[in-house]
């Protein structure tokens, strides 16, 4: 399961940061639009992924703090 979540947090997390990263790229040369969506939507998005990946990763650190090495 521990693999699954960091698995699952760091793809998230990747794919955040580049949705978010497209989003204020595409903003900033004066776009509000790309494609069929709204820039804030796509950046919305980014973050709910980050927002996710940051809560699988966390779920991964408290299930090791009861784990003695």
Do not use: D, E, H, K
């Not at 990747?14 to 989003?23: D, F, K």
């Not at 790309?34 to 919305?44: I, S, V």
């Not at 980014?46 to 966390?58: H, R, S």
């Amino acid at each position: 399961m521990n693999r699954f979540l960091l698995l699952t947090g760091g793809l998230a997390g990747i794919a955040g940061g580049m949705l978010c990263a497209v989003a204020v790229v595409a903003r900033l040369s004066g776009r509000y639009f790309l494609g069929a969506f709204q820039l804030g939507t796509l950046l919305l998005t980014g973050i709910a992924l980050m927002t996710g990946a940051c809560v699988c990763l966390l779920l991964v650190l408290v299930r090791r703090t009861g784990q003695r090495p």
